[in-house]
């Protein structure tokens, strides 16, 4: 027996449900280099989208993975946002729909863009200081945004494709880490029943997504493995520039990358270090326990969940690590006092 949709997120199902279908041309975006949530959700929307006969524009801050595009229905959807004709194809639009971010500077080059269109925003992560206006569906008990749009569409009535059963199935799977992370919840299981039970080929999937990787991929992991640091509960791993370039690598090859440090005995808190154009440091926060990563990110500009975040901070690789590493550790300590630690 399937389980009824919950009121809290009912209410407002029933409010976005008929935006979406009034509109005839919608634009859809998602965070910065898009994961498996966001691009999953995009490519489900889409479907469902398509098949009640709307037209639709996928156009994202960062390009859409490749390693994902097979969750596409159609791929003539994406636009890069630096086409040329980007800005007068969005206008077209007559609504915007944000997924898996609920933040403005998480957009990017996407929110000058859509600024000036009717918004609705679908996400589970905390809210920040910088919220995207609109019409919002967001419930951060979520194991992710997939589990809130599979609740969407059973409301809705479907119909349902292929597409959309892949999709949501892929959201699931990567934000709770294969279903190994603790926001893997009875809730987030019986979505990922439903979608099985909707063609979603686990095996298949799973193999899509973990069981294909570059060559590149691993060099890059063996060129980063002798740059793996452990001080006071607190682990992490530096990309090397030089072999990220020279091997031609993608924000893609990441994936898992962080877990390296975070797997060790005794670590709370793993980290990735990379430096990127502009003079920028990405990192990755990752929590193995009660550190709330998600708030440590933010005093750096970033932000998440309480286990998995990201921040991008200008500045010197070696000083940015510096610095941060020495929030994390507060955090850590801050465990034994029952006290936060600033970013």
Same mark, same amino acid.
């Given at each position: 027996?399937?389980?009824?949709?919950?009121?809290?997120?009912?209410?407002?199902?029933?409010?976005?449900?008929?935006?979406?279908?009034?509109?005839?041309?919608?634009?859809?975006?998602?965070?910065?280099?898009?994961?498996?949530?966001?691009?999953?959700?995009?490519?489900?929307?889409?479907?469902?989208?398509?098949?009640?006969?709307?037209?639709?524009?996928?156009?994202?801050?960062?390009?859409?993975?490749?390693?994902?595009?097979?969750?596409?229905?159609?791929?003539?959807?994406?636009?890069?946002?630096?086409?040329?004709?980007?800005?007068?194809?969005?206008?077209?639009?007559?609504?915007?729909?944000?997924?898996?971010?609920?933040?403005?500077?998480?957009?990017?080059?996407?929110?000058?863009?859509?600024?000036?269109?009717?918004?609705?925003?679908?996400?589970?992560?905390?809210?920040?200081?910088? /919220?995207?206006?609109?019409?919002?569906?967001?419930?951060?008990?979520?194991?992710?945004?997939?589990?809130?749009?599979?609740?969407?569409?059973?409301?809705?009535?479907?119909?349902?494709?292929?597409?959309?059963?892949?999709?949501?199935?892929?959201?699931?799977?990567?934000?709770?880490?294969?279903?190994?992370?603790?926001?893997?919840?009875? !809730?987030?299981?019986?979505?990922?029943?439903?979608?099985?039970?909707?063609?979603?080929?686990?095996?298949?999937?799973?193999?899509?997504?973990? !069981?294909?990787?570059?060559?590149?991929?691993?060099?890059?992991?063996?060129?980063?493995?002798?740059?793996?640091?452990?001080?006071?509960?607190?682990?992490?791993?530096?990309?090397?520039?030089?072999?990220?370039?020279?091997? *031609?690598?993608?924000?893609?090859?990441?994936? *898992?990358?962080?877990?390296?440090?975070?797997?060790?005995?005794?670590?709370?808190?793993?980290?990735?270090?990379?430096?990127?154009?502009? !003079?920028?440091?990405?990192?990755?926060?990752?929590?193995?326990?009660?550190?709330?990563?998600?708030?440590?990110?933010?005093?750096?500009?970033?932000?998440?969940?309480?286990?998995?975040?990201?921040?991008?901070?200008?500045?010197?690789?070696?000083?940015?690590?510096?610095?941060?590493?020495?929030?994390?550790?507060? /955090?850590?300590?801050?465990?034994?006092?029952?006290?936060?630690?600033?970013?």
């Amino acid at each position: 027996m399937t389980d009824p949709v919950a009121p809290h997120r009912l209410s407002a199902i029933r409010e976005l449900l008929p935006v979406l279908k009034g509109a005839q041309r919608v634009v859809l975006t998602t965070h910065l280099n898009a994961d498996g949530d966001g691009t999953g959700c995009q490519a489900a929307l889409a479907s469902w989208l398509t098949a009640i006969g709307r037209e639709v524009l996928i156009v994202n801050p960062t390009p859409f993975p490749e390693t994902l595009a097979f969750l596409l229905e159609d791929r003539g959807v994406v636009l890069e946002v630096t086409a040329e004709d980007v800005g007068a194809r969005v206008a077209e639009a007559d609504l915007c729909v944000v997924v898996d971010t609920g933040e403005v500077p998480r957009i990017g080059r996407v929110h000058p863009l859509v600024k000036g269109l009717p918004t609705a925003v679908i996400d589970h992560h905390p809210p920040g200081d910088r /919220a995207i206006g609109g019409i919002s569906y967001r419930d951060s008990t979520a194991a992710a945004t997939g589990e809130l749009l599979y609740d969407f569409f059973r409301e809705a009535g479907g119909p349902w494709t292929q597409a959309m059963a892949d999709g949501l199935y892929v959201a699931i799977l990567t934000d709770t880490g294969g279903f190994r992370f603790s926001n893997t919840t009875a !809730g987030a299981l019986r979505a990922v029943a439903g979608l099985v039970e909707r063609g979603a080929s686990p095996e298949g999937l799973h193999k899509q997504v973990y !069981g294909t990787a570059p060559l590149r991929r691993l060099r890059l992991l063996a060129a980063s493995l002798p740059t793996v640091q452990s001080e006071d509960g607190v682990a992490w791993i530096v990309v090397p520039r030089d072999a990220f370039e020279e091997l *031609g690598a993608t924000s893609e090859d990441l994936e *898992g990358f962080v877990d390296q440090p975070r797997s060790l005995e005794g670590v709370e808190v793993g980290l990735l270090f990379r430096s990127i154009g502009d !003079g920028g440091v990405k990192i990755s926060f990752r929590s193995n326990g009660p550190v709330d990563v998600n708030e440590v990110a933010r005093g750096f500009g970033g932000g998440g969940h309480v286990r998995a975040a990201g921040a991008v901070v200008q500045g010197d690789l070696q000083e940015v690590q510096d610095r941060v590493v020495a929030a994390v550790k507060e /955090a850590v300590r801050g465990l034994e006092s029952g006290t936060s630690a600033p970013g």
